[in-house]
């Protein structure tokens, strides 16, 4: 073994994961921004590596080592990896792959040719489930955690003139001490299941660029701040005709640099989704997007947007599609806002991680808001600074990703976390770090009843925005006269949005009554709950869960197997069940 092998301390038994030394984060994240990539689109092939033998036999070494060589036997051989398509998730490649838990070991070649002088080579991943080691002609380049987050990998100093061998080890184990932890309700795909490209950048670059309205400024004044690739001091130029008619400079020193200046742009909205092209260069770089400018702020009980009022009607979703799993392809993304308009929403809660960017892209184009979410869902180990620092790099990349995207209007930091003092702190921490990295947005999350006072009272709410509510009155508890008790119950400052509520049924099984899994009991849950919902002038959203019904490993019963059905949807995407007219009829019926 070398003595510079990062993984030499593999080859002892005390195996443990290289991840925390090699991890890339949101500090290397590049935004893609308009900027041409070059699709790393193989063809890859796939060795999935149950017992770990990967790192220890050193699976990313070069294969030219003649076995005389070898430390340790190594059992692979890239050629016998079975070809696969990249973007993927392995479980729905292969019947006996379904319920594949551990590493997969992705091979392709990546011709290269270089660039002008200076020019910066990286690696972008739209995403992988869920832990990624990134090897190129057998050395490590870097690490990814998280499974619904971009990563950006610099690979300049290993990439060669000609053909390089990349390999990317993923591995998608439930573990206690992950973000999520190793208990979901959904189904845990594996993968490199979103896009893997080569983005060439010059020395210095624009690593991220924020533009929107400054906040409490009525939307008259705008502001641009720049992150440049290195702490340099040089000059940025903005150009946004439909902002200002003459550019704007930014100074930039130590690779900073924000502007601030009096306009008033049209405004984004869903009813009028105007966006603006906006063109950053500086020296070598361009950067540009298409930007809504809009303002989201309480006031009060109330969400207010461009300073109106407004009360968030919609539904949830998961990524999880039938014959793909977790991949969104963008006619996916595009039938699922589609679906949510037709329903008569105004606004999407994307559960329970982050989506695919296509999906913030298009609601910005066709005018949906969004509850965009890091997986801290259900029993995170809070005590474990790591695992904070997990849970703050994903939300730091979201935001990265996201941060121009005027449909994401909620940042959302935790899902049902049972309140203990160390839950209180990280997620305290955690929505204070969403509020820095990005003053534009309300922070939310799922939060608690207080079961013996039977109120709406979660001590987390005062870091808090909006208090997200998710209840099942009617489902999980008996009926909704327990919400009825538990809106009397309380008296919360700020605005609540019912941020999941839904009920089982499988499409077709009808019944009449209180006949759980049928289609008409789901539809009458609906109604009793909108109804009370539409009654409490402090509730200010409405979120049915879900769209669609959804793998779920942990739905066993024999309306179940193997899914969760409390979409309005079946899981072909085509079955509308009866809630779903019904919820529409309803959603209509507040708009008119
Ligand atoms: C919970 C949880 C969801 C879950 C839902 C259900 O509220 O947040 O992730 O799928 O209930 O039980 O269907």
Redesign the pocket.
Known sequence: MTADDPFAHLHDEDYASPFDQLRVGHAQLVQTGGRLTEPVNGPWRLTLDLFDEGLRQRWYADDDTPPSQWALPRDYDVEAGEPVPVPSCWNLLKPHWYQFEGAGWYTTMLPWTPGPPGERVVLQFGGAASHALVFLNGQCVGGHAGASTPFSIEITQAIQAGPNRLQVMVENRRRADRVPMHHI?WFNYGGLYRSVELLRLPQVFLRRVAVGLVPGSNGGRVFVEVVASDPIDAEAEVIWPTVQEEPCRVQIRAGRGRIEIAAQPRLWSPASPTLHDVLVTSGQDRWQERIGFREIITRGHDILLNGEPLFLQGVCVHEDDEAVGKVSTLDDVERRLTHARELGANFLRL??YPHHEHVARLADAVGVLLWAEVPVYWAIDFADPATYCDAENQLLELVTRDVNRASVILWGVG??NADTDARYRFMRDLAAAARAADPTRLITA?CLIDRERFAIADRLAEHLDVIGL?EYFGWYEPDVSGLQRLIANSAPDRPVVIS?TGADAKAGHRGTGRQLFTEDWQAEFFRQQWHVVRGTPWIRGFAA?LLYDFRSERRQTRFQRGY?R?GLIAEDKVTKKLAFEVLSALFREETR
Do not use: P
Request: hydrophobic share 25%; aromatic share 10%.
């Open positions: 309700d559960a329970h899902n049902e799922a998710n999941e869960w969760n409390k």
